[in-house]
């Protein structure tokens, strides 16, 4: 003969499981979150880097920077990239090279990222970092809280 109590108990055990797969993903979900993050800044900051070299080249050869970003699309600026991974559209960053602050454009550049703009993914947001400069002067700068966004 069988005993009724068994189903309350494989419902009781149903539950359980559910309670404890929704503790892990919510553990999980934010630890995945900021991996992203991580993983999408690290990226800018590379094609950052790659980006300053090539200014550097530009550099030696017509003793000045050039200026650019996703609305200046002239012929020398057209050489550089304005945004951080394979296609602008689903990118995290948009990124712009200008003249450093109270200095002109042949003297100094500064590369910006700003994550999440309207010409990249504008889901994305770096609340930690926000945005990412690297001068040619060689400082490694955020605007955001952090203080380790370069490391």
């Keep these: 003969m069988r005993r009724r109590g068994c189903r309350g ?7 359980v499981a559910i309670a404890i797969a929704a503790a892990l993903a919510a553990v999980a979900v934010p630890v995945w979150s900021g991996a992203v993050v991580r993983l999408r800044r690290s990226e800018a900051q590379a094609t950052l880097q790659e980006l300053m070299q090539q200014q550097e080249r530009h550099f030696t050869r017509f003793n000045s920077y050039v200026a650019f ?12 990239r304005w945004w951080s991974g ?46 990412l400069i690297l001068t040619s002067s060689g400082l490694h700068l955020a605007t955001g809280p952090a203080q380790n966004c370069w490391r």
């Design 86 to 131: 394979r296609a602008a559209h689903s990118s995290a960053y948009e990124l712009e090279g200008k003249a450093c602050d109270g200095q002109e454009i042949r003297d100094c550049i500064q590369l910006v990222a700003t994550p999440g703009t309207l010409n990249v993914d504008s889901s994305f947001k770096d609340p930690q970092c926000e945005r």
């Design 9 to 15: 108990e494989s419902l009781l055990g149903v539950l």
């Design 69 to 80: 970003s996703a609305n200046n699309l002239a012929a020398a600026a057209g050489e550089f």
